[in-house]
């Protein structure tokens, strides 16, 4: 059977990866600085300044993903049926107002009510934005382009570990927030003059781009849909079993990324017994490592076509090296060059796990299965910063970190289990085998 699909040419313009990633990537940079920003603040004078004990960090570092629960489901439906363009724009303006604040509070308290303000307002942006790559990404493209801007993850940490750094060694760790939290600003003004929802509102595409997206998506949903009641409620879609797998596998995945996320300055500290500002210099290895894990697993993925392999293998890796960090933490070199390789594994897994729903649920639904998979894997965040802080207070870092190489370990065993329908070795639009795909 051949299908529009089969006619894609190098003739046709990919303008798309030029117009639509970047400003894509910078939105989640800025949030992911706001989000990441207190594991610099800590040990840079805010736990001293406020009286905050190790479990109260854990517990300041993970309340932000209790309210990251309340806009997943609401974005992703908003980002299908409506505008995630105006939701993100909002969300912006909401970012900066709660990251300012917070350079201004003087109690503990107020800083677990403005890290919950925070959850709630960067909640919807994930699925927001992933439903938005699959409004303008054919799933030949998905994993790649999915992993580019999961990228901001790595790039984030590149940027916020020197800058952060930087700041509380020349002024202190209010002016981070607030100096970090104007620059949602900033980004909001590129925001509102470049981003379109889909192929069809924005003015500089092709004809030829925006017929190949418009009928190869098409043509894809139409073969979902053989398989997939469109119109299906969410209930059904909580009644699949798989769906509960990949909300248990991005649960374990989480909580290994933001305990090590959150924890690891503070790891670095004590690990080298240095400054700040070169505590932050040391946090940019492990996420330039990032992007390399990112682009390889991302592109063997796409290659071959195979999900699974490629979220397990990551995963196990991630878990590995986390373990390594403790076990040879006497030979301060090795313990570091352990928590790089945490870094090259930390979000390799991550955009070929979002390929996944794309093939699993229609478009009508794949938007609030994102959001449920994203919100209820998400309280990993808010576990993995708090068990490790209640680990360490209980016992010490090492059980922490212990407990993180296990959860990652969980969640690649998950991984491996998920059914072989994730993976693309047979196409939803019949006729088209991997190695066939445009590159």
Same mark, same amino acid.
């Given at each position: 059977?051949?299908? =529009? ?7 046709i313009?990919?303008?798309?990866w ?25 040990p ?29 489901v ?35 308290y ?13 909640? &919807? ?6 439903t ?14 999915n992993?580019?801007v999961?990228?901001f ?23 981070l927030?607030?100096?970090e ?7 909001l003004?590129?925001?509102?003059y ?19 997206l ?10 979902i ?14 009644s ?12 374990f =995945?989480?909580?290994?990324? =933001? ?75 090795l ?18 796990f ?16 994102? &959001? ?7 309280? &990993? ?16 870092k090492?059980?922490?970190? =212990?407990?993180l ?15 072989t ?19």
């Amino acid at each position: 059977m051949t299908t =529009y699909r089969d006619s894609f040419s190098a003739d046709i313009p990919k303008q798309r990866w030029l117009r639509i990633i970047p400003p894509i990537l910078i939105t989640c940079i800025i949030s992911y600085m706001d989000r990441v920003n207190i594991a610099f603040a800590m040990p840079g004078g805010m736990d001293a300044d406020l009286g905050i004990t190790a479990s109260m960090a854990g517990l300041a570092g993970g309340i932000f993903f209790i309210g990251y629960l309340f806009l997943q489901v609401p974005g992703g439906k908003i980002a299908v049926h409506g505008s995630g363009k105006k939701f993100i724009g909002w969300s912006l303006v909401a970012w900066a107002v709660i990251s300012v604040m917070t350079g201004f509070i003087t109690h503990q308290y107020q800083l677990l009510a403005l890290r919950f303000l925070l959850g709630v307002a960067e909640g &919807g942006m994930l699925p927001v934005v992933l439903t938005m790559i699959s409004n303008w990404f054919p799933d030949a493209e998905r994993g790649r382009a999915n992993a580019i801007v999961i990228m901001f993850v790595p790039i984030a940490g590149i940027a916020t570990a020197p800058l952060s750094g930087l700041i509380i060694t020349a002024l202190d760790w209010r002016w981070l927030f607030i100096i970090e939290g104007m620059l949602s600003l900033v980004v909001l003004i590129l925001w509102s003059y470049t981003i379109y929802d889909r192929p069809q509102e924005a003015r500089w595409i092709s004809k030829a781009e925006q017929n190949y997206l418009v009928k190869t998506l098409a043509a894809e949903q139409q073969a979902i849909a053989g398989t997939v009641v469109k119109n299906a409620s969410l209930g059904a879609v909580l009644s699949d079993k798989t769906m509960w797998q990949l909300i248990a596998l991005n649960f374990f =995945y989480q909580t290994g990324i =933001y305990g090590y996320t959150l924890w690891l300055p503070t790891i670095l500290k004590e690990l080298t017994h240095t400054s700040m500002g070169q505590v932050g210099m040391l946090a940019i290895l492990p996420y330039v490592g990032a992007i390399a894990g990112m682009f390889l697993f991302s592109s063997l993925s796409d290659r071959t076509g195979k999900r699974k392999l490629f979220v397990c293998l990551p995963l196990l890796g991630f878990s590995l090296c986390m373990f390594l960090s403790v076990t040879l933490q006497a030979h301060i070199w090795l313990a570091y060059a352990a928590l790089v390789g945490c870094g090259f594994f930390l979000q390799s897994a991550a955009g070929i796990f979002w390929t996944i729903p794309a093939r699993l649920f229609s478009a009508e639904m794949a938007g609030g299965a994102r &959001g449920v998979i994203n919100a209820l894997g998400n309280l &990993g965040g808010f576990c993995g910063p708090y068990a490790v802080g209640v680990l360490i207070t209980l016992y010490s870092k090492d059980a922490g970190v =212990y407990c993180l190489a296990i959860s990652l370990a969980i969640a690649a065993l998950l991984a491996l289990l998920l059914p072989t329908k994730c993976d693309t070795g047979n196409d939803p639009v019949k006729g088209i085998t991997p190695h066939k795909r445009a590159v």
